[in-house]
């Protein structure tokens, strides 16, 4: 993999879409993925925009085409990457970021090793439910599913290469962006610039 791959997940009501758009706007060479769900179109959503709009037929015909680099149900539909895009930016050197649930994550790991996968951890249980409340999207059996969902998300924090705690939502930023400009130095993503300066 000569670019990168970074996936950035957590329980839902944790701020990865906040986290996710920040840190966007500060290092905008960044790829975006469009993933394709089975959920309808919430408010002004449109198809190719924020999500690829798909009936369950659609869905699975993607699946058995091998047209997904990860697929999960999440809430009650089903989400998945497109792997044409996402794989296409990475074999160019470029980088691509995800924001994915965590099954959707773990899967993303076991197929690439060399992602980066970065788990954003809410501050305490009490704050994830503040949070959840305070977004007044989810009815409170949602909320409750949320939360119960969340504790078992955390326990798996332990298969993330890094954890964010985003309690002061800059500071979160901040170690975001400097995990991904740490990763662009490995030395084994750099394996062709160090052997042009040999080749000189
Ligand atoms: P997710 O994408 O993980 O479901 P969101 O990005 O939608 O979560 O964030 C959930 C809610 O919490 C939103 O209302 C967002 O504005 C708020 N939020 C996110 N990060 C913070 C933070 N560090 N401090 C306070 N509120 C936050
Ligand atoms: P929403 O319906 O609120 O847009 O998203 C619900 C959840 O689906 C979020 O936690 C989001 O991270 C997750 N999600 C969005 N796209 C994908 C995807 O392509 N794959 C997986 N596994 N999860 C996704």
Same mark, same amino acid.
């Given at each position: ?27 905008? =060479? ?70 994915? =649930? ?11 090793? =060399? ?45 993330? =290469? ?39």
């Amino acid at each position: 993999m000569s670019g990168m791959l970074i996936v950035i997940s957590g329980p839902s009501g944790t701020g990865k879409g906040t986290i996710y758009n920040a840190v966007l706007k500060i290092m905008p =060479d960044i790829a975006t993925s469009i993933s394709a769900t089975t959920r309808a179109p919430r408010g002004n959503e449109k198809d190719g925009v924020e999500y690829y709009f798909l009936t369950n037929e659609q869905f699975d015909e993607m699946i058995n085409g091998d047209g997904l680099l990860e697929y999960a149900e999440v809430f009650g539909n089903k989400y998945g990457t497109p792997k044409k895009r996402a794989l296409d930016v990475v074999e160019a050197g470029g980088k691509i970021m995800l924001e994915i =649930d965590v099954r959707g994550a773990r899967q993303i790991k076991s197929k690439f090793g =060399d992602c980066v996968s970065i788990f954003i951890m809410p501050p305490s249980l009490a704050t994830l439910e503040a949070r959840l409340r305070g977004r007044a999207t989810d009815s409170e059996e949602s909320i409750v599913r949320r939360l119960s969902e969340a504790k078992r998300e955390i326990a798996e924090s332990k298969y993330f =290469d890094y954890v964010v705690f985003n309690d002061d939502l800059g500071v979160a930023v901040d170690e975001v962006v400097s995990i991904i400009r740490s990763e662009g130095l490995r030395t084994f993503r750099n394996g062709s610039k160090i052997k042009k300066i040999l080749d000189e």
